[in-house]
């Protein structure tokens, strides 16, 4: 399992997730797992997306597909989006019982 940390500029974020919302089945059959989606704090339109994908070779062959690419263009990505595969090498979760 592997994490890949996606970002992107687009003009509406609207249109954004619901082209991504519409790709659902498609990231699920790739090997997607999960998914947390951010905004920068005082940038609405740069959107950071946080995967989990079951290997980083599933999740480089969906982020190089064409399908990926055309969906980005569809949103109106305004710059070359950046993806990073990331192996977790810790996890940490600070609550009142640590």
Request: aromatic fraction near 12%; proline fraction near 2%.
């Amino acid at each position: 399992m592997v994490h890949v940390l996606f970002q992107c500029k687009v003009p509406s974020v609207d249109r954004w997730k619901q082209l991504f919302a519409s790709a659902f089945n498609q990231r699920a059959a790739a090997g997607e797992i999960s998914n947390r989606i951010f905004c920068a704090h005082e940038r609405g339109e740069h959107i950071v997306v946080m995967f989990t994908w079951n290997s980083a070779q599933q999740a480089a062959q969906f982020f190089d597909s064409e399908f990926w690419r055309g969906l980005l263009r569809e949103a109106g990505a305004t710059e070359v989006p950046e993806r990073l595969i990331l192996n977790e090498m810790r996890a940490l979760h600070l609550t009142a019982a640590d």
